[in-house]
């Protein structure tokens, strides 16, 4: 199940990395290759970032690393999950640190064009969901079983969601079964795109100043989670090849291991860089920690990362190529 996670952050500059992180939509910067990119012999690596703060934080902790241990040139690109995957194939970056699953994509570039090699996991599982506020599924148990969302599509309704329930989305550009399980599932719900992570994180906190009941797309590793406690709701259980058919879909998203990917000659060619980032395996404990740092703290990301790595020295000397 692909990751629709997680337009471009300029409402929320801050949680941003290098040209530009749950759960997520960027400006579509493909044509905007780095000068980095597959340069073969230089010391130099170009990362893919995506919008969302979690995969943000993965690149300011790996650039951190990088540049401070082990001398090399960083640069990062932001670009939209499945355009990131052709930026890759086609060397214009060097590695995607956070993927959340695009299978057509690593049958056409791994499987069939060989231009694309798997990098190993990230060591954090993604899972998409819809949530509500905790404070409204403590006074509302049963708004947790999908069937009994339309007794409170009243409550979900806005001015943006045209009679019905506001189902809220972050950008267009995540990849999402919402409008296919809403009419599949019956719901009397609208799908309503914030536009990016950053403007759905200030609806969700808007809201929950205000302890209005909301229901929204979200995901977990997630920071908010530790300013706005959520409770998901629980959908028809996922089976695997019940979301294959993107029109049919009336399941629940998976849980995702998600996955890093090379360049296939820097995978071969990248030297320790490339051994580094093999070896870049993180909890999302830590990469919330760094996420909070980055969203909440409003710290640049590589102060964020300077200081996670100043705390976490005996998990990222592992990292390091002997």
Not at 77 to 97: F, T
Not at 143 to 171: C, H, I, M, P
Request: glycine share 8%; hydrophobic share 40%.
């Amino acid at each position: 199940m692909t990751r629709i996670r997680i337009a471009a952050l300029a409402a929320a500059a801050a949680l941003t990395v290098g040209a530009g992180l749950t759960g997520c939509g960027a400006a579509d910067m493909t044509r905007q290759s780095s000068p980095y990119a597959d340069a073969a012999g230089s010391r130099t690596v170009t990362l893919s970032t995506q919008s969302w703060v979690g995969a943000q934080a993965n690149v300011a902790v790996a650039q951190y690393l990088l540049e401070h241990e082990l001398g090399y040139r960083v640069d990062t690109v932001q670009i939209d999950e499945v355009p990131a995957w052709d930026a890759l194939s086609q060397g214009r970056v060097d590695a995607i640190l956070e993927d959340w699953g695009h299978p057509e994509q690593e049958e056409r570039y791994i499987d069939g064009k060989g231009t694309i090699a798997r990098g190993g996991d990230l060591g954090v599982t993604g899972h998409i969901g819809w949530f509500v506020p905790t404070y409204f599924a403590q006074q509302h148990p049963d708004v947790t079983d999908w069937k009994n969302l339309n007794k409170y599509a009243d409550q979900f309704r806005t001015a943006e969601s045209g009679g019905k329930g506001q189902l809220l989305d972050g950008s267009p550009s995540y990849v999402t079964n919402d409008k296919a399980l809403v009419k599949n599932l019956g719901l009397d719900l609208q799908v309503v795109f914030a536009g990016s992570e950053a403007a759905q994180i200030t609806q969700i906190k808007q809201f929950a100043k205000e302890k209005k009941p909301f229901l929204s797309y979200w995901y977990e590793p997630q920071w908010l989670f530790e300013k706005v406690p959520m409770t998901e709701v629980k959908l028809p259980e996922y089976e695997k090849g019940c979301d294959a058919d993107p029109e049919k879909v009336a399941c629940a998203y998976p849980h995702t291991p998600l996955q890093k990917f090379f360049n296939a000659r820097f995978a071969k060619d990248g030297g320790d860089a490339a051994a580094f980032l093999k070896k870049f395996h993180w909890t999302k404990e830590m990469q919330n920690d760094v996420a909070l740092m980055i969203a909440e703290e409003k710290l640049a990301p590589q102060e964020a990362a300077a200081r996670w790595v100043r705390e976490n020295r005996a998990t990222w000397r592992a990292w390091l190529p002997a």
